[in-house]
């Protein structure tokens, strides 16, 4: 076997050779007139006996494949739309340019001119005119039919994945039509799309553990947020009554299948608006994405066929747990008796956690692995809920809902808590939370306080995981599939 740098000795010589003859390597002036698709498209309507020889097309791509014969050569070239085979013949280019072809490689950028056959096997081939490289490759690409399969590589690598791997790029494809199609749902009923800080003062909008990092002007630690949840409602304040953003967030968690430190959240508000408003609101556009995206509202999922058509199936957080988690009703308020559950099913629980962080852990393990058909969970306790807003029938729980599909959380969202009290209380609970030893509870943000303080008009919000949606609507198993580059473990070649 060919050691790869022995190719690459061999291409580097190559390359000179070329230069020698005075062939630039790297030009810029090569004006693209079409793409592969353009064309496809075009000769979709021909009769197999008919030929565009006539019509010049003007594509330029990355060589795939070459078979070379005598003095004629096929090649296999893709752009952004597609690929398509090239035929070259010495007597049709020239005989020098046909000897600087023969010193091209697989990898290689072509600009080409032609017009179109078929071939005896009835494939739309371009006949070239002339044929002109673009950019020289150094780095051969891996073999065509062994490909690139390393898992970790192709994350780290993900450039050579693209090229090699057209179902690689089919998601990612399919990951820009859904954030695009979130934004024309979302447009239609009058949002506005807004940025907010990547950096903030203090962290909140969540429970989670943030990054953190140091100003050297102000001479002050920032933190990368955690959800932009407590700037987007500030706007709702300020008179910007619908808003969304889709942009990272980032949680200093470990990296797993469903988790990625660095990703991708779309959080929307609407004020005179409830969580049961939002549910709908969230069927709405689910399934509008999908039938825009897949023309489909039924998905299958790793083997699992799931219907999006509505409506949703809602439970309680406590009916959840009795029916589908096995938990008894005497102990939804005995700490110590649910502590004891869960030790007896394997779950790990700290010892600082309150009763409504207990309950949830057990969910996790227990409930949500089942919760296949679209299904929104509600009722969440106060004590796990710190910017909701209380529900009207038990002040102990709260106004808020999680959406779960295959699985997998996929969205969470609820009526806000516009109470200013209220809210300081939340926060101090969290405080002293954190100070007992749960490093993911809320700080205290008083320059929100005193933003509620102006007044929030009644308002529901929603976070929405962007990669755990393409996820779903890809049928991938792994977040890293979804995300363009995953992180990984430093390693040195």
């Known amino acids: 076997m060919i050691k790869t740098s022995d190719v690459i000795q061999k291409r580097w010589l190559k390359a000179k050779e070329l230069s020698k003859a005075g062939v630039e390597l790297y030009p810029n002036d090569f004006k693209v007139l079409h793409d592969i698709g353009t064309i496809k498209k075009r000769l979709e309507g021909y009769n197999k006996d008919v030929s565009e020889e006539k019509t010049v097309f003007v594509v330029a791509g990355r060589i795939l494949a070459i078979r070379r014969f005598g003095k004629a050569a096929f090649l296999r070239f893709m752009d952004r739309t597609g690929e398509l085979q090239a035929y070259v013949k010495e007597d049709r280019v020239g005989s020098e340019a046909y000897k600087l072809f023969k010193q091209f490689d697989i990898g290689d950028f072509v600009g080409i001119e032609g017009g179109m056959f078929k071939t005896r096997t009835g494939e739309w081939t371009l006949l070239v005119d002339s044929i002109r490289l673009l950019c020289k490759a150094i780095r051969p690409l891996p073999e065509k039919f062994h490909g690139l399969k390393d898992t970790e590589k192709r994350y780290r690598q993900r450039y050579l994945d693209l090229i090699m791997n057209p179902d690689v790029r089919s998601i990612f494809l399919i990951r820009s039509q859904v954030i695009q199609t979130i934004r024309d749902f979302l447009r239609e009923r009058d949002f506005i799309e807004v940025e907010t800080p990547m950096m903030h003062p203090i962290p909140g909008g969540a429970e989670a553990s943030p990054f953190k990092t140091y100003h050297n002007a102000l001479g002050m630690e920032l933190y990368l947020r955690v959800a932009p949840e407590l700037y987007l409602k500030r706007l709702v304040i300020g008179g910007f009554e619908r808003v969304f953003e889709i942009n990272r967030c980032f949680r200093n968690e470990g990296v797993s299948t469903q988790h990625n430190p660095e990703f991708t959240m779309l959080e929307f508000y609407q004020a005179y608006a409830t969580y049961e408003e939002l ?184 976070g929405v995981g962007i990669d755990r949606l393409v996820m779903l609507l890809t049928d991938t198993p792994s977040i890293r599939e979804v995300i363009l580059f995953p992180h990984l473990r430093t390693v040195t070649d």
């Open 279 to 462: 549910m709908a609101l969230t069927e709405d556009m689910f399934l509008f994405v999908t039938e825009k995206v897949l023309n489909t509202n039924t998905l299958t999922y790793q083997g699992v066929d799931i219907d999006l058509k509505r409506p949703w199936r809602r439970m309680s957080l406590k009916s959840a747990l009795s029916e589908l988690g096995g938990l008894e009703d005497s102990l939804f308020n005995d700490r110590k008796g649910l502590l004891e559950f869960a030790e007896s099913k394997g779950i790990r629980i700290r010892k600082t956690h309150r009763i409504g962080k207990i309950l949830t852990k057990i969910f996790d393990a227990l409930v949500e692995p089942k919760l296949i058909e679209p299904t929104f969970i509600t009722d969440y306790p106060v004590d796990i809920s710190p910017l909701s807003r209380r529900s009207d029938k038990d002040q102990e729980l709260t106004e808020r809902f999680e959406l779960f599909i295959a699985g997998k959380e996929i969205a969470n969202g609820f009526s806000e808590l516009n109470d200013p009290e209220d809210q300081r209380g939340r926060f101090l609970q969290q405080v002293a939370d954190r100070e007992a030893g749960d490093e993911e509870a809320h700080l205290m943000d008083e320059d929100y306080i005193r933003a509620l303080e102006y007044g929030m008009p009644p308002t529901a919000g929603e």
